[in-house]
């Protein structure tokens, strides 16, 4: 047996006296963007896999767990990069880990329906020198393509070991992990044939390399020092400054200085080392063929017809949702937590009345309204997945792009910003996407205008309320109002705080293909659990303090500290026609949106009784005090869940805290214009 | 048949083709947008250009959106159309 790198294996002896020897090695799977990546990471690690966070970096980490024959690979999903600049968080992690870790192969998945372009990857990391395995993935697309790739030729071509698959039906997967273990038990077979820089610059490259050869620390590959030095990279020019002697580095500096654009000799060098790896390799298509991505975009893309399109796909995603998810929420209410309320303040009787109130309206009502949302948002999420999956969002983001940069936002934006409708958690954690720090930002910010399920939630309840004649044009208009002001606040920020700035917008358009259920089923897990995760967290915290404000110092509301906050409040709320009552409730709406029902429910002295709070609610508010309650619901600072996600996504408390701010200056502004208005007007 | 004519790939209408020339902007943008395909001497295609917004680029046999501020800093040679 051997053992090759940093793997390591220890022998043990059962208690039958057989010898069980375990190894164990690291599986860095590394890849561009669309070509399968995850769906090869689920196959590998099934529901053996943590997803956290990169350290310090708001990227994703996901990690498994991989048993094949006698050795046990810890899988570490790489980020998805095109390539290994130090850019983006993502290049610089990959990177990172692939020189810092040494991971005893790093499996690349490559689209055989753009092999070329995928390549460059390819280059990037044979000049790391890590052991590669390539995983030749979605042939049958390519075929459909019409493009033929020879894996064994390619493989011959590269000294790369190279996998023919279709991760989608999990054809490969064996084989390509067959692959890892020889090169984790047997090393590379041969040497790969690695990329050159292109032939004018070679000279100057080898310069550099012998400037810096004897000062590069370990474990970095002078080769890859000097050449990314070469294309300019920072990271590289910072480490190097340090380390070389002052005038050895004056040295470097002037040959970086005169081939500044040495980068494009760099990249042009890999394309002609690609057209060499593929020449023989790959067929061309034939001239003139219509595939079916090219079909479905003549509509999708199509300025005219692609904004119709992207109308009724929402259209459809909102129907379902409320259509499928509607019905099993209210079930959820009644037969789960109601019931369950129910029996718990009935097991309670002999319990101190303060335990009572404690766990059965501060926790339940609180925690407990808020999961009720569940079915809502997988059928919510799993449309939106489906969407994702197939190809389709990135057409959205091409067709929204206009519109969003218009508004200061980017085609990026729209995804995560759509996302909101259902639950505004994963719209801020969506917003990972751009990658411009400045518009994800902007992104996060304004993602509370969109309103939430929670949020339509309670239009749905009080607008008949309120407005039994006109409730559908009504609910109508408060949907749109934060929707209208999230665009001025996106055009204001831009014209006033971001100007000049130009968020760059480009995005690959991938092939579109037939869903990948389980891809689709961990992503909407996933989102499922962040959303959960808030609730059980902070919002239990949250609900516990608001239920303690509501119930001491005596136990009776009308004598809280809420009310005594509320009625503190009151000149304010004077302003928008609002007494305390609305206005705890529209306080009480920071731990869920939907509290603010239940909390007017309890402030007037009418509990669950959905009937007798219509009643008293029409005769105490008037009508602009009922439209401003419903403009302050719509505008209020969002749920202590969505702000907790604003502080892990941007890493700072000062984003939350403006945040906060403005949405409560704007909430008391637009709800004393609504109701000085609608005062003057009806 | 080809002119030398050297314009921003922002102009090329739909189903037009070209040869990059040239990228303007930084090193961050240049090596972006050589992950791509876009080097000096690769064709390009466009495939929507609707006169606003972004557009919708062919190239290594891949659909790339570029917003039109960054297709105005792509400067090609526009080739005749041979389809």
């Known amino acids: 047996m051997c053992v090759n790198g940093k793997m390591t294996s220890s022998e043990q002896v059962t208690a039958t006296g057989t010898q069980v020897v375990e190894k164990t090695a690291t599986l860095a799977l590394a890849g561009q963007p669309n070509v399968g990546k995850s769906t090869v990471f689920n196959i590998l690690t099934g529901l053996h896999q943590h997803v956290g966070n990169w350290p310090g970096k708001t990227v994703e980490q996901r990690v498994g767990r991989l048993e094949h024959d006698d050795v046990i690979f810890h899988v570490v999903d790489l980020p998805g990069t095109y390539c290994l600049t130090a850019a983006s968080p993502e290049e610089r992690i990959t990177r990172d880990y692939i020189i810092h870790q040494e991971p005893d192969v790093v499996v690349v998945i490559v689209n055989a329906a753009a092999l070329e372009r995928n390549l460059y990857l390819v280059a990037e990391l044979l000049a790391l020198g890590a052991p590669l395995v390539i995983g030749l993935n979605m042939i049958d697309v390519a ?287 969506g917003a990972r996407i751009i990658e411009s720090r400045r518009s994800r930002l902007l992104t996060i910010m304004l993602a509370p205008l969109v309103p939430c399920a929670a949020r339509l939630g309670v239009l749905a309840i009080l607008v008949p309320i309120f407005f039994p004649h006109n409730a559908t044009l009504v609910t109508w208009a408060l949907t749109g109002l934060p929707l209208v002001v999230l665009a001025l606040g996106g055009v204001l920020v831009n014209r006033l705080v971001l100007e000049g700035e130009e968020a760059a917008f480009i995005m690959e358009m991938p092939l579109y293909h037939m869903p990948y259920p389980k891809s689709i089923a961990l992503l909407v897990w996933r989102r499922i659990m962040a959303f959960l995760r808030k609730a059980g967290t902070v919002i239990l915290i949250v609900s516990i303090i608001v239920w303690a404000l509501a119930s001491f110092p005596r136990g009776d509301i009308e004598a809280s500290y809420m009310a005594a906050i509320g009625r503190f409040l009151s000149p304010v709320g004077a302003l928008m026609g609002l007494g305390w009552r609305p206005l705890v409730a529209i306080l009480t709406s920071f731990v869920a949106k939907e509290n603010v029902v239940a909390t007017l429910g309890v402030l007037y002295g009418v509990g669950e009784n959905s009937g007798a709070l219509a009643q008293v609610l029409s005769a105490s508010l008037t009508t602009p005090s009922a439209l401003a309650l419903l403009v302050a619901e719509m505008l209020f600072v969002p749920c202590v869940g969505t702000l907790a996600a604003i502080k892990q996504e941007t890493g700072s408390w000062k984003w939350v805290l403006l945040n906060v701010a403005l949405l409560t200056l704007l909430t008391v502004v637009a709800g004393t214009i609504t109701y000085q208005l609608a005062t003057l007007l009806l | 048949m080809e002119t030398n004519n050297s314009v921003p790939l922002s102009q090329l209408e739909a189903g037009e083709s070209g040869v990059v020339l040239r990228l303007r902007g930084g090193r961050g943008f240049v090596g972006r947008m050589a992950a791509l395909g876009f080097t000096p001497g690769a064709t390009l295609r466009v495939a929507r250009n609707s006169g606003g917004g972004p557009i919708i680029v062919d190239v290594l046999d891949t659909q790339i959106a570029l917003g039109r501020g960054q297709a105005n800093r792509v400067y090609v040679r526009q080739r005749e159309n041979d389809e």
């Open chain 1, 143 to 429: 075929e459909q393509e019409g493009f033929e790739v020879d894996p064994e030729i390619l493989s011959e071509n590269l000294g790369v070991p190279v996998v023919p698959m279709v991760a989608s039906r999990a054809v490969g997967v064996h084989d390509l992990v067959d692959e890892a273990v020889a090169i984790v038990e047997e090393g590379p077979s041969s040497e790969p044939h690695r990329p050159h820089v292109r032939q004018d610059h070679q000279q100057v490259l080898d310069e550099l390399r012998g400037l810096i050869e004897d000062y590069v620390p370990a474990p970095y590959p002078h080769d890859w020092v000097a050449l990314k030095l070469f294309e300019g990279d920072e990271e590289a020019a910072t480490m190097m400054r340090d380390i070389l002697p002052p005038e050895r580095w004056a040295m470097v500096d002037d040959i970086l200085q005169q081939h500044e654009d040495a980068i494009i000799a760099v990249a042009s060098g890999r394309y002609e080392w690609i057209e060499e790896m593929t020449r023989t390799a790959i067929k061309r298509p034939r001239i003139g063929r219509v595939t079916v991505t090219q079909r479905i975009d003549r509509v999708a893309t199509h300025p005219f017809w692609g904004l119709i399109l992207l109308a009724l796909v929402l259209a459809l995603i909102f129907e379902l949702t409320y259509s499928l998810g509607g019905p099993l929420q209210e079930w959820m209410a009644t037969h789960v937590v109601e019931a369950f309320s129910a029996w718990l303040a009935a097991s309670l009787v002999s319990a101190p009345a303060w335990l009572s109130g404690l766990l059965v309206d501060g926790i339940l009502g609180g925690v407990g309204t808020v999961v009720t949302f569940v079915p809502i948002l997988a059928v919510f999420f799993t449309v939106m997945g489906l969407m994702e999956d197939i190809g389709y969002m990135s057409r959205a983001a091409y067709i929204m792009d206009r519109f969003m940069h218009s508004v200061g936002l980017h085609g990026k934006s729209f995804m995560p910003l759509f996302l909101g409708f259902g639950c505004n958690v994963p719209a801020i954690m």
